[in-house]
């Protein structure tokens, strides 16, 4: 049973860009929540999908945006990358609000 | 405003001894707080929890303390192990206004935990 899968591992942009995070989530599970996570800092909640829609948003501006798909598999896109972005990105699925599984992350680097 | 905050960056202990890693949190509405461990280059593994009704539960080698009022958990391991040494992060889960919960956690900043053999 494949676990929680990333796309890509790693990845470097320049400023102003735009990207692109792709999760699969764990089989049978219907709920996709994005982290991000800083150098030296624990996980930080951006958003949860569920049902392909928006349900719930941490503190992140709008140029944070994701989506669901009906296979439950899910995006995150970041638009006008800064510096700051610059971070681990973690994708995590569950079943409605059982405990949530993380997949390995993507690397981002905004030069 | 760090809800759930872990104040020791890092741990040190010998192989055998308890480890013991520490949380507070501030937000009375947390319900339910979760331990994970986190090896370099992968993501987080859920370890234990514990929901806000009971005060302790145990999973082997693993126990998680609650004490709501001093709004303090801890995660004890015993005996531990070199294989143990990774980043442990507490995380928390809130109760929404109509009582339901969406799953969202709330982390703290890791503690380095390094089992000498």
């Known amino acids: 049973d494949a676990g929680v899968t990333q796309s890509p591992t790693h990845l470097i942009k320049t400023r102003g860009q735009q990207v692109t995070l792709r999760c699969s989530p764990k089989?049978?599970?219907?709920?996709v929540s994005w982290y991000q996570q800083a150098l030296g800092q624990g996980p930080q909640f951006i958003f949860q999908y569920y049902e392909e829609e928006e349900r719930q948003r941490g503190n992140f501006p709008d140029r944070f945006s994701g989506h669901q798909f009906p296979n439950y598999s899910s995006e995150l896109n970041v638009n006008a990358l800064l510096l700051g972005d610059s971070a681990l990105y973690l994708c995590?699925?569950?079943?409605?609000?059982?405990?949530?599984?993380f997949g390995p992350g993507t690397r981002l680097t905004v030069l | 405003d760090q809800q759930v905050k872990q104040n020791s960056p890092s741990l040190s202990v010998q192989e055998g001894r308890i480890s013991i890693l520490n949380c507070d949190y501030t937000n009375s509405m947390f319900d339910y707080f979760l331990w994970y461990k986190k090896y370099p280059a992968e993501g987080p593994t859920f370890l234990i929890s514990i929901s806000s009704i009971k005060d302790k539960n145990e999973d082997g080698r693993f126990t998680v303390f609650l004490n709501k009022s001093a709004k303090h958990l801890s995660l004890h391991i015993v005996p531990s192990q070199p294989g143990d040494s990774a980043v442990y992060f507490c995380a928390a889960r809130i109760i929404n206004a109509g009582g339901t919960s969406y799953g969202k956690l709330t982390f703290g900043q890791g503690t380095i935990l390094t089992v000498h053999p």
């Open positions: 995590a699925s569950s079943f409605i609000t059982d405990e949530q599984f």
């Open positions: 089989s049978g599970h219907d709920t």
